[in-house]
């Protein structure tokens, strides 16, 4: 029963919230449909707990889905109380938490389930972009339901219960369970993109808390911060030898090396994720080609490429920045695109989204090249000319069309390979290096490593007034 303590969905949200801080609406509605005998079964809070509580202080609205409850399912009053909490919410500009644990629609319900469906993505339509909106799968995810995550801004996973899919693996064609398991926590956040972080219940209810504290609570909330107790000319070491990997860069920058990464299985050449400079929340891309443990011993390599599954995710990310005025900042590493079959078949369209997302953000954007930066992946990833409003460099980056020796390559193709390496010691002179760059305005200054912090917090407070006049639109079309 919804009111007991012992009830999954109630001790989801007790772990959840600050002690005693939960309200529960809505307790007394049960289902009121009469086929199939419903109307003589038993239906507490008809299946949803919902509310509102305090998050750290943070007003926070919730539904948890009670699977003992007709198995959680989604019929009419269900979806009335669902939508009511993203009412409200909106009205208040608190940000909504979904705790999913549902076996779908409720076929006793039929029509009436299918337009509550509707109803509950009509709420969150509606609430994307006015207040952050975090879902957490720790049982069934099915059919139309799998929808409710995908159109929240972040999603959490359950390692070992979550079955989360639009499609049950036996139903797809040429697979089956044990072959493939797409309804697994593991391939939804490796091979979608639609979940953060698989975990588990307790490290999920840590990671929404931690979320709730960096965001800012809706999006008329300009400039979330707080008190920062690190140094702000706290020198940060050894950036030039863990350069490859933005995880630690951004962690090393970060006030009290506070980074919380999203969708971290997922494209993992692109890293996204918020940090905190002087207590201001900022977001960060940043391209990837290592990837280290916590021993420091290197498990992953990739090229200093774009692909289109990282441009969708940094895409996406910049997105949310914008539309709750969260500062972004990237941190480029990108020689080109990746080469593929796979990568090819989307990879225009996504790098068309990724331009779009860094062009139309209105909110403060700094670049810093931390390595090399050729073409047009270079200019994609938050160049000048798209609108970064700073942009820094290492004094060891490298910019321009392409690699020194490839350009000379080609410029002088029937030439000797004595000649090619002139050619190319001039083209790396002329062209090739940072200073060339910074030369011609495209870079307002080369930085030192240990001084990256300083250097970000002066850039973000600069820009925090930051306005920008848009042309009047509806709204883009990428």
């Not at 419903?38 to 919902?50: H, N, Y």
């Given at each position: 029963m919804s009111n007991?303590?012992?009830?999954s969905?109630?001790q989801?949200?007790?772990?959840?919230v600050?002690?005693n801080?939960?309200?529960?609406?809505?307790?007394l509605v049960?289902?009121?449909s009469?086929?199939?005998n419903?109307a003589?079964?038993d239906?507490?809070s008809?299946?949803?707990?919902t509310g509102h509580?305090?998050i750290?202080g943070n007003?926070v609205?919730?539904?948890?889905q009670?699977?003992s409850?007709?198995?959680?399912t989604?019929g009419?009053?269900?979806?009335?109380k669902v939508a009511a909490?993203?009412?409200?919410?909106?009205?208040m500009?608190?940000?909504?938490?979904?705790l999913?644990d549902?076996?779908?629609?409720r076929l006793?319900?039929s029509?009436d389930?299918?337009?509550a469906?509707?109803?509950?993505?009509?709420?969150?339509a509606k609430?994307s972009g006015?207040v952050?909106q975090?879902?957490?799968v720790f049982?069934?995810?099915?059919?139309?339901l799998?929808i409710?995550p995908?159109?929240s801004d972040?999603?959490?996973?359950?390692?070992?219960?979550t079955?989360?899919f639009?499609?049950s693996?036996?139903?797809?064609?040429g697979?089956?369970?044990?072959?493939?398991n797409t309804?697994?926590a593991?391939?939804?956040?490796?091979e979608?993109?639609?979940?953060?972080?698989?975990c588990s219940?307790d490290?999920i209810m840590?990671?929404?808390r931690?979320?709730?504290?960096?965001?800012?609570?809706?999006n008329?909330q300009s400039?979330?911060?707080?008190?920062?107790?690190d140094?702000?000319n706290?020198a940060c070491?050894?950036?030039?030898?863990?350069?490859?990997?933005?995880?630690?860069?951004?962690?090393e920058?970060s006030?009290?090396h506070?980074?919380?990464?999203?969708?971290?299985?997922?494209?993992?050449e692109?890293v996204?994720g918020f940090?905190?400079?002087n207590g201001m929340t900022v977001?960060?891309?940043a391209?990837?080609?290592?990837?280290?443990?916590?021993?420091?011993?290197?498990?992953?390599e990739?090229?200093?490429a774009?692909?289109?599954?990282g441009?969708n995710k940094?895409?996406?990310?910049?997105?949310f920045?914008d539309?709750f005025?969260?500062?972004?900042?990237?941190?480029?590493n990108?020689?080109g695109?990746?080469?593929?079959?796979?990568?090819?078949?989307?990879?225009a369209?996504?790098?068309g989204?990724?331009?779009?997302?860094?062009?139309?953000?209105?909110?403060?954007?700094i670049n810093?090249?931390?390595?090399?930066?050729?073409?047009s992946a270079y200019?994609?990833?938050n160049?000048?000319?798209?609108?970064?409003d700073i942009v820094?460099?290492?004094?060891d980056?490298?910019?321009g069309m392409?690699?020194?020796k490839l350009?000379?390559?080609i410029?002088y193709?029937?030439?000797?390979?004595d000649v090619?390496?002139?050619?190319?010691?001039e083209?790396?002179?002329?062209?090739?290096?940072?200073?060339?760059?910074?030369?011609?305005?495209?870079?307002?200054?080369?930085i030192?490593?240990?001084?990256t912090?300083?250097?970000?917090?002066?850039?973000?407070e600069?820009l925090?007034t930051?306005r920008?006049?848009q042309?009047?639109?509806?709204h883009g079309?990428?």
């Amino acid at each position: 029963m919804s009111n007991k303590k012992d009830n999954s969905a109630m001790q989801r949200i007790a772990k959840l919230v600050d002690e005693n801080s939960f309200m529960e609406i809505g307790s007394l509605v049960t289902a009121r449909s009469t086929d199939f005998n419903l109307a003589q079964t038993d239906t507490p809070s008809d299946g949803v707990i919902t509310g509102h509580g305090l998050i750290d202080g943070n007003l926070v609205f919730i539904y948890s889905q009670d699977a003992s409850v007709l198995g959680g399912t989604i019929g009419e009053m269900h979806a009335k109380k669902v939508a009511a909490v993203y009412d409200m919410a909106v009205k208040m500009g608190a940000p909504v938490i979904g705790l999913i644990d549902c076996a779908g629609i409720r076929l006793q319900e039929s029509v009436d389930a299918l337009e509550a469906f509707g109803m509950i993505y009509s709420q969150q339509a509606k609430a994307s972009g006015v207040v952050p909106q975090i879902s957490a799968v720790f049982g069934t995810c099915g059919g139309g339901l799998a929808i409710v995550p995908a159109l929240s801004d972040f999603a959490f996973a359950e390692a070992d219960n979550t079955k989360l899919f639009i499609n049950s693996p036996n139903a797809i064609d040429g697979n089956r369970i044990d072959k493939c398991n797409t309804a697994s926590a593991a391939f939804q956040s490796a091979e979608t993109g639609m979940i953060d972080a698989v975990c588990s219940e307790d490290e999920i209810m840590a990671r929404i808390r931690q979320l709730v504290c960096i965001l800012p609570s809706n999006n008329a909330q300009s400039c979330c911060s707080e008190d920062c107790m690190d140094d702000l000319n706290r020198a940060c070491v050894s950036l030039d030898t863990m350069k490859g990997d933005p995880r630690y860069v951004l962690s090393e920058i970060s006030d009290s090396h506070v980074f919380a990464e999203a969708k971290a299985d997922y494209a993992k050449e692109m890293v996204a994720g918020f940090i905190k400079l002087n207590g201001m929340t900022v977001g960060a891309v940043a391209n990837c080609t290592e990837i280290y443990d916590e021993k420091g011993t290197k498990t992953e390599e990739f090229d200093a490429a774009l692909s289109a599954r990282g441009c969708n995710k940094a895409a996406d990310f910049i997105m949310f920045c914008d539309a709750f005025d969260i500062p972004v900042i990237s941190f480029t590493n990108a020689a080109g695109f990746r080469a593929s079959m796979c990568s090819e078949k989307n990879l225009a369209k996504a790098a068309g989204r990724l331009v779009n997302a860094f062009a139309s953000a209105t909110v403060p954007k700094i670049n810093l090249i931390m390595d090399r930066a050729y073409g047009s992946a270079y200019t994609i990833m938050n160049s000048k000319s798209l609108g970064a409003d700073i942009v820094y460099a290492w004094p060891d980056a490298k910019t321009g069309m392409m690699e020194a020796k490839l350009a000379a390559k080609i410029m002088y193709a029937d030439k000797s390979a004595d000649v090619i390496e002139k050619k190319a010691a001039e083209y790396e002179a002329l062209q090739g290096s940072v200073n060339a760059a910074a030369a011609r305005g495209y870079v307002d200054r080369i930085i030192d490593y240990p001084g990256t912090r300083k250097y970000l917090i002066a850039a973000v407070e600069m820009l925090c007034t930051k306005r920008v006049e848009q042309p009047v639109r509806k709204h883009g079309t990428k």
